[in-house]
């Protein structure tokens, strides 16, 4: 029997592929760095072996996925060149992978994951359904209709895929080690949405995919009346979020969603208008709504003490913007105090002056220190440059975590694409 075997398969996109492949009954094996990362707990749950990047890992016989952050160069990877093995990049497998199901892909700078997760979610309440979420959950399902998927913009990787579908959340400018500017970002979507082959949804309330060119119809969905999917009489609570879809001016249904928030009310409407246009029955999505959990990483949260704990993803500042008024939403009484900490030194440059804005909408700002890239140079920034242009900000690590005990019955939302989940863990254990 073929075995797959994963060149870094503790990435987000790579475990979640592992888990489809072994559910659909392949034998697959990975390797990767001997750190602990909070994907590998699925691949262990499913039984996958997780080896230590090795030469010998590499045997007669495999197919050999490599991760996208890493070269050709690459032990491993030089080694399955060397013995003529197949060698495929983990975003031309999936491209390949996903031709034999009704393909979603879920694109756009913020709130893939989140609407990912949710379509998954609730399209499978109607019919066998595969999926990727990035943030490291994947699921193989005999017979599956529909393939769900996160497309990632970065370095264009999402031209790989000729989806049947897209969904597309937003354009920002993001990940300005490798895009020029929101121009160049814009490009790229452009070129994606081409590849598209029966429709794209798109959030008509931002700017940029207003002006989106396709060979095939677009849906646009927002909270502006010009959209065909429209949320109205929006009712926002402790407990969730309700409100009514008007589908090109007429009524459709009611809906409840467990998430706070207006990026959510979006995520949820773009599932809706996809599923309309799949026939997909109003029940069925009105019900599926409702039991949806979630996924990792994005608003988790979790009781210590009087306080609450939020882990979330954010390393953006209209992704800051969205989970503070998040908080602000399911906890309106309390104090919000954000710990966040900087992805990238090009990131911290490019955004300065709107992660400081966006920050000050929490009561308190702790900065932990920038989290740089294998792929970049420090320069002379540092976090002090981001922590002078905040009132009242602190600067917080290992030594000093105990600080955020201060903030009684506070809610502290941890955010970043780094290490900050390792700050929560320490605190926690400071209080527990």
Do not use: W
């Amino acid at each position: 029997m073929t075995v797959y075997h994963f060149v870094g398969i503790k990435g987000t996109g790579m475990s979640a592929l592992a888990q489809i492949l072994n559910d659909t009954g392949f034998q697959v094996q990975g390797s990767d760095i001997e750190k602990e990362i909070f994907t590998q707990k699925a691949l262990e749950e499913q039984g996958i072996p997780v080896l230590p990047f090795n030469k010998e890992n590499i045997k007669e016989g495999m197919i050999v996925i490599a991760g996208n952050a890493f070269p050709d160069t690459h032990e491993e990877i030089a080694e399955a060149m060397k013995r003529d093995l197949p060698v495929v990049r983990y975003h031309r497998f999936l491209g390949d992978y996903m031709k034999q199901f009704t393909s979603i892909a879920v694109t756009g700078a913020h709130g893939k994951t989140s609407t990912t997760g949710m379509l998954a979610h609730v399209i499978q309440g109607a019919e066998p359904t595969s999926y990727l979420i990035g943030d490291g959950t994947g699921k193989g399902v005999k017979d599956s209709k529909y393939f769900a998927f996160e497309a990632c913009e970065y370095r264009r990787h999402f031209l790989s895929y000729t989806p049947d579908y897209a969904i597309m959340t937003n354009i920002d400018f993001d990940h300005p080690d490798y895009f020029a500017n929101i121009e160049d970002v814009f490009s790229a979507f452009q070129e994606m949405g081409l590849q598209v082959k029966k429709g794209i949804i798109a959030c008509g309330d931002d700017e940029h995919l207003q002006q989106i060119q396709a060979k095939v119809p677009v849906l646009y969905y927002g909270l502006g009346e010009e959209n065909d999917f429209q949320a109205r009489n929006i009712v926002k609570s402790t407990a969730g979020t309700a409100f009514d879809v008007f589908v090109r001016n007429t009524f459709f249904a009611s809906f409840e969603i467990p998430g706070y928030g207006d990026h959510n009310i979006l995520n949820a409407l773009s599932v809706i208008a996809l599923c309309h246009y799949e026939d997909i029955p109003v029940a069925v999505l009105q019900e599926r709504f409702k039991t949806y959990q979630g996924v990792k990483r994005r608003f988790s949260e979790k009781s210590v003490g009087k306080q609450v704990l939020i882990d979330d993803y954010a390393h953006h500042p209209t992704e800051i913007n969205a989970t503070i008024s998040a908080a602000r939403q399911k906890y309106p009484n309390r104090e919000v105090v954000a710990v966040f900490q900087p992805h990238t030194f090009t990131r911290t440059q490019t955004f300065l002056e709107d992660f400081a804005t966006s920050l000050q909408h929490a009561d308190k700002v702790y900065l932990c220190d920038i989290f740089g890239s294998a792929r970049e140079q420090q320069g002379k920034l540092s976090i002090e440059d981001l922590r002078s242009k905040i009132n009242g900000a602190e600067l917080i690590d290992e030594q000093t975590i105990e600080t955020l005990k201060g903030h009684n019955e506070a809610v502290l939302v941890f955010m970043g694409a780094g290490d900050i989940q390792k700050f929560e863990e320490l605190y926690q254990k400071t209080v527990s």
